[in-house]
């Protein structure tokens, strides 16, 4: 692996690295449940991309290549669900139900009104 | 030592705040914390199976990708309809 193969890993790995730290540490920071969800999108959409870009700079197109994908996309496929699923179920715990109660006053953003709520 | 297991100890940092939340919340925040190490563990194990350079390990993160997806799952409905 040349010089700049082995720095470029040594980047990816450190962005990868950083965000997830941060991620971390926004979970433990942040009051809310639902903005504590938010963190997990970043590991595993952010960091999982630049693992994997850092593997496939280091080994190739290999067998470590095609499980880091494999692995990548589980990562960002459970995420998504995990995340409906949890939000789902504080709901539940909550109100009892989970879809929109008109009583709630949920705003809702219109097509074409720029954003107004 | 190499970059890769380098990599590997710094994220293993970032379980602290996770299990910060885990020990310390409601039941909850403390799934939201579970889920998250998962991740974080499944990457740490991506990071050492580089590091060593055994492919055979990348299973190990796989197998931990999908059971704490199982596990996530099965929690999240656990604390849905009967806790």
Known sequence: MSGAAHLAVE????????VALICCLGLAIMPDF???????????TISSVFVLAAVVVQEG???ATLKTIVIVLVLFFMNATLTHATARADRVRKLGHWTADPKENIPV????????? | ????LIAAAALMFGLIPCGI?????????????LEMAGMIETLILIFLAQGFQNPNFYDLALAMALLSFGGGLV???FLERWL
């Open chain 1, 109 to 117: 953003v219109k097509s074409g009104s720029g954003g107004k709520r």
């Open chain 1, 34 to 44: 639902y903005e504590r969800l938010h963190y997990m999108a970043s590991v595993s």
């Open chain 2, 75 to 77: 929690f999240t409905r």
């Open chain 1, 11 to 18: 980047v990816l790995l450190g962005i990868a690295v950083v």
């Open chain 1, 61 to 63: 197109w290999g067998q």
């Open chain 2, 1 to 4: 030592m190499n970059v890769w």
């Open chain 2, 21 to 33: 939340v885990v020990f310390t919340r409601d039941a909850m925040n403390r799934l939201v914390g």
